[in-house]
């Protein structure tokens, strides 16, 4: 276990200039480059996301070949927030069941993937992914 700050990759502490003076890390991975394809199981909307987003993240050197399934959570999370933002326009917020009142499972999902909204490609995520989900928000779409 490390103490202290996560290190930096490597390709950052060189664009600022290593102000600390100390030896790259020679060994770290680099992911082999290029622009993944979109997986076949993408909904509609989630592959227009990627058809909107993939090339340019590929030309801003963010996204390889080992980064297609994080893209395509993403976009795949894209897709179900604009199916659950078009679902509650037809939807109450709020459902009345036989226990009480309970958010609309499209409120619920929307709230979902709206906690994970910058996506794994955001900043340092891209190189620590982590999942991003709300337990609560989770929870009601179960229930």
């Known amino acids: 276990m490390t103490r202290g700050r996560k290190p930096k990759p490597t390709v950052l502490r060189r664009l600022a200039g290593n102000p600390g003076k100390r030896g790259y890390n020679h060994a770290e991975p680099v992911p082999p480059e290029g622009l993944p394809d979109c997986p076949s199981h993408l909904s509609e909307v989630a592959r227009a996301e990627w058809d909107r987003i993939a090339q ?16 395509a959570a993403y976009c795949q999370a894209w897709g179900r927030w604009v199916e659950a933002e078009e679902k509650l326009k037809e939807t109450p917020v709020m459902l009345k069941t036989p226990s009480g009142l309970r958010a609309a499972v499209a409120l619920a999902l929307g709230r979902q993937q709206a906690a994970g909204a910058h996506g794994p490609l955001h900043g340092r995520t891209r190189h620590h992914p982590r999942l991003a989900l709300s337990g609560r928000a989770l929870s009601w779409a179960v229930t």
């Open 56 to 71: 340019a993240l590929y030309d801003m050197g963010v996204v390889t070949l080992v980064d297609r399934a994080a893209l």
